[in-house]
């Protein structure tokens, strides 16, 4: 090839605008280019794995071969920016912006509440763009389904579902039949789903306005392509992308260990998080051959690029085309596909990619094998085809038979023949968006054979001719498993032979308790389960193609037993919000003002702390972590890292100026670990260099040996154990428990084990420190708590707090995770740039983000109760233990908040708990919404589920006929006023038709023998006030400036929670002026000092109050004016005021009456209650132990709302994380049940791994209403706090599966009590629903077994 022709610079264009790019470095993404070389901070790294969504941008090109431009949403963190050439990439900011006019994407998701923090926002603006560019009149089902790429922390998806929708071209036809305005009578205003699309649905052009497509790439030539790349000369990376399959050939042959890239969705992840390195990357996306889709009569042949979208296409086509019989393929691939990554992925990744990555845990790669597809390589030279079947194609793990030099050219899958069935099954940890647990592709073919049946005349029957069974996620490839095929030959296709093969299935799939991935009962249990589906599904098809002979031919199957067959279908979403309108008396406080940031996220041009721009002379910064959980080190040797280009330094303990010494409450950490490390992950030290990534590469290079210390503790059993704890016990007592125990008819005892759970905040912890004159220090910092990181940032210097500011402007969400964690970081970054006086910046990815700032504490709960034959509570016995982690950090007031709140709302008359924190070698456990409580709450209420189980009665009886009463008194010595739980929950019990809806439930699963539901309703108090009685005050600083605008100031940092909106609100009320003169800038320490956290729910309360003092001072200055001119408009009003010397800048200062606990005295006294009830339904595959949310009803009494939109946005968002710890979020550590592990580290430290809800979880009808005519005189302007208290009520979804177990338990004639440890994932459910399947896995006493966790 000619140089000339080879290209070697890149041209697309970016929002419009065309660049050549010369400069181009194989390594980039697309996103870091967007980011740190274009200034387009809009695109976030949430996760740099593909997981998330919120890199989430569109990009489109031209596709000459059928004429039209194709537009694709994709991840910019996975996509090579050498990919882009030819493309027209679309950001966020490309979309619309504040200042020329808003995208109507942008517009709805921000006037529909559907953005809080904002970090998420501009990847599902990006999705949903994609979406209908790419779709000419999208269903509400293509929107609903195409989010499953994206993630929000704090939403809980329902108003951006309703966002979504308004574009939907099917929502007139929905509503005409079943949409109602929006209601308002008696003060009251409901809103639904469907009101809300109302506006949208005449509209003429719902056509979404798209950016053009530049004229200059439909011509657009694609060339050979060669760029090289300089970041390290001695390994610089090429970039090849040929053109031609004979151009692909040739430089396979020359450089046979080039990787062959195509979506990079697997590559991307091995260089970055596994440290592989590709000096050669080559192209794949514009070869003819492997781009080509073909039909015959006997099957497809599928050109190895392929992508997975463009094959779903072609499936849903020839579904329509082929004979019913060969339709079975297309539907197992489709089945899978359906949840097989993401749209994002799906758009960028191909099937050759899958198969070759040979993942153990392919989706496609067991149905690739049961159907017998065959792959075609090539390598250069003449007549150098090969064939190979997939069956042989995988050797070992993540090893196949292709030569280096060999390419994947296309695969042939056959269509299904007649009498041939062939399916095929997935379950993961969640639904959108994960990798299977186990996957299977199961084929038979069958024929008609004369048997003797019990000696009579010759029946006739199916007999199994071929039997192909392949499973993914039992071995280290994808198995065939040749033992069971072998065995089933000849058989009769019956429940008999189902049953014997499983055996042999079992046999030839051993797992132990040290496979990686764990879970070996589950994953066994999952094939038979997978099996017996199949089983069923066959001896279906025989009766759909063959009723007239199927009563004779195939065995008969009860028809509730069909039901293991049904798919999981989703219903599209449908929410209800209902709530009084604001008090007459109000102008403002009380209605639904828009969050004040709304339109900047939804447009990219909100700014977090890793988006500031670069200051002259800034440094980056890496961590230097402890590998080992329980370590001495030995020594410390920097000489590789001083190597790395750009190394500036490494910083350690002995740099630190001041005090080393550190710890939020007991001063028990170090800055950086001077000896000792007690967890994987605690901050050695921190390395310094000219980028990111030099300093990232140098802090791998830091050698650190260690002399291992024993014991090493992860669990509380051994802490409880070891007898290692953090601190003294601590003990709540109320009456007399022996005499309670003596007057109870029955007393039970038992223990409960609750996980953790990871923050997963979509922004992860950054922080930029710049020194300045005189030792000060300013620091920009992604914390709920900048008062602190000051304080204890002076303490490492040495200077005190005065020469430390700390801004924080706004967070991608918090949830109690900045509350302390951010600080030992930050402190790291400002020592380093205290000693080398220049700006320092410190981005901690989402791997490191997860492994090393603590989580929600895991708890246990040790149980005895006493009770009256009829439910009546008497007298309770509790121990709590908490995972506490290595530190003390937070978890003595977490633990307790969870002694204060175990007993949720129940009077048990008699109580004695206790609470000890443990000890264990893992990073120090923190703040997280709920703070303990619903540690606290649900142990209670595990208590109450099993009274109820005991005496057979309905948990909702026990529940209502034990609740306080008003006036009556708590085990910590408060006296419940206000008290409208009883009252809450009669209503709610009429509004969600409880009793109705528990009958069809039965039915239900009288109905269905492997589909089970329940429903649930619990109530919950949570008590409003920093236990810490110092922390409940607050400042407020409040700035008029001439010109009237006014500048606030409070001590509250604003993590999408709508606190600055709220404050805005109290602030122009108080005042008398429109919202709009108000301003928030940030939050600093400067401006208002000595601030407590913003936690606890309490910021609103505390920060609110404090404005209203600011404001009446300001008020009585202006008072004389006012009355000389009464007809002066606020401007006029104030310019007087400044003429006449009137001093135009208050201070405000609150501290909470009354509050406080005093644990060692045995009492506490919170300012309010927050109360509510929740119910939910859900329904279970019992196969499977998948499970998902059919309704939920919540009602929750808030006072008088202070801003009813965003309160109810918090209610759905603390629900949805509820949920998510309820039932999916599993943290699992390398500890004694997790013995694959390395011991102290997290596996799950990813969206990989580790799982949140999705749009596809939330529940189908999802109702929230407000209490009415409750207002609460305790709190500015008669409102309730907010935050944390809901999301206790996704534990109905919890005690609801628990139900539905429960039902299954029972019709397989287990009667003891279910004991089902939190979170109830698929594993814990299907366990949890003991057959005959668990009895063969497990044995005997399957009906006992807990799946493992790390608690
Ligand atoms: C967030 C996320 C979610 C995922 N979810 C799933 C899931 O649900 N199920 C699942 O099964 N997988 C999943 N994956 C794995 C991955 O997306 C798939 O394996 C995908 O099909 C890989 O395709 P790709 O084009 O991105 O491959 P690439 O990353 O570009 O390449 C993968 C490998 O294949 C090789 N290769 C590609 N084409 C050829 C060829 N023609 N000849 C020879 N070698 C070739 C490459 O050299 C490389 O080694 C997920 C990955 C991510 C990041
Ligand atoms: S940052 Fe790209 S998906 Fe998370
Ligand atoms: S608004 Fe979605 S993560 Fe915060």
Known sequence: MSLEEVCNYLTFFINGEKVIEHNAEPEWTLLWYLRNKRGLTGSKLGCGEG?????????SDYDHRLSKVIHRAINACLAPICSMDGFHIITVE????????????????????????????PGIVMSLYGTLNNIEAPTEKDIEDSFDGNLCRCTGYRPILDAAKTFACNTTKKSECEGQQERCSNDILISTTDDKLKPYQNEQNKKCPTLEFPPLLFHFKPQYLHIRGMIRKRESVEWYRPVTLTELLKLKHLYPTSKLILGNSEIQIETKFK?????????????????????????????AAVTLTRLKEHLEQWMQQVEPYQRAICHAILNQLKYFASQQIRNVACLGGNIVNASPIS??????????????????????????????????????????????????????SKDEYIHSYKQARRRDDDIGIVSAGFRVKVSKVNVQVNGYEPEMRWSVEEAHLSLGGMAPITVMARKTEQFLKGQIWSKETMKKAIKYLLEELPLTELTPGGQPEYRRTLVTSFWFKFYLYVCKQLRKYYPEQSEATVEQVPSSHYSATKHYQRKISHGQQEHQLKPHTNKVVGSSVLHRSAYLQVTGEAKYTDDMPMLPGCLYSALVLSTQAHAKIIEIDKTQAEHVPGFVGYFGHQDVPGNNETGDIVHDEEVFVSSIVECVGQIIGICVADTESHAQQAAKLIAIKYENLFPQIFTIDQAIEHNKYLGSERYLEMGNLEQGMQESDHIIESQFYMGGQEHFYLETNCCLAVPLEEEEMQLWSSTQNPSKTQDLTAQALGIPSNKVVCHVKRMGGGFGGKETRTIPPCIAVAVAAFKLQRPIRLNIERDYDMAITGQRHAFKG???????????????????????????????????????HCDNTYNFKNMKVYGRLCKTNLPSMTA?????????????????????????????????????????????KQNLTSWHIPEMWDELIVSSEYEQRLEQVRQFNVEHRYRKRGISIIPTKFGIAFTAKFLNQAGALIHIYKDGSILLTHGGTEMGQGLHTKMIQICSELLGVDISLVRISETSTDKVPNTSPTAASAASDLNGMAIKIACQQLNERLEPIRRESPDFTWFQLISKAYYERINLSAQGFYATPNVGGDILNNRAHFNYFTQGCGCSEVEIDTLTGDSHVIRTDILMDLGNSINPYIDIGQIEGAFVQGLGLMTMEELIWGDEQHKWLKPGYLFTRGPGTYKIPSFNDVPIDFRVSLFKNAPNPLAIFSSKAVGEPPLFLSSSVFFAIKQACESYRQENGIQEFLKLNSPATSERIRMACSDEFTKETVGEKHAEFQAQGSF
């Not at 997981?51 to 990009?59: F, I, L, N, P, Q």
């Not at 790669?365 to 090539?378: D, E, R």
């Open 862 to 900: 040790a149980y005895k109760v006493g009770f009256t034959s009829k439910g009546m509570l008497k007298a309770m016995e509790l121990h709590l233990y908490a995972n506490a982690g290595w530190s003390h950090d937070l978890s003595f007031p977490v633990l307790e908040r969870a002694l204060f």
């Open 51 to 59: 997981g998330c969504g919120a890199c989430t941008v569109m990009v």
């Open 928 to 972: 997280f919404r709920g703070f303990g409580g619903p540690q606290g709450l649900m142990t209670c209420e595990i208590v109450i589920d099993h009274i109820a189980k005991y005496l057979k009665l309905e948990p909702s009886l026990i529940r209502r006929q034990n609740m306080y009463r008003e006036g009556d008194m708590t085990h910590f």
């Open 275 to 303: 440290n592989f390195h590709y000096p050669i990357m080559v192209g794949i996306t514009h070869i003819d051959e492997l781009n080509a889709i073909n039909r015959d009569d006997d099957g497809m042949i599928l050109g």
């Open 94 to 121: 490309g979309i619309g912006n504040t200042k020329q006019g808003i995208h109507p994407i942008q517009e709805r998701i921000a006037e529909f509440y559907g953005s809080q923090c904002g970090f998420c926002t």
């Open 363 to 416: 989706d496609l790669n067991p149905v690739l094998q049961a159907c017998g597809a065959q792959l075609k390589l090539q390598k250069h030279g003449r007549d150098e085809t090969r064939f190979v079947s997939v069956c042989d194609f995988f050797l070992s793990y993540r090893k196949v038979d292709i030569q280096p030099e060999e390419v994947l050219v296309s695969i042939h899958i056959p269509f299904t």
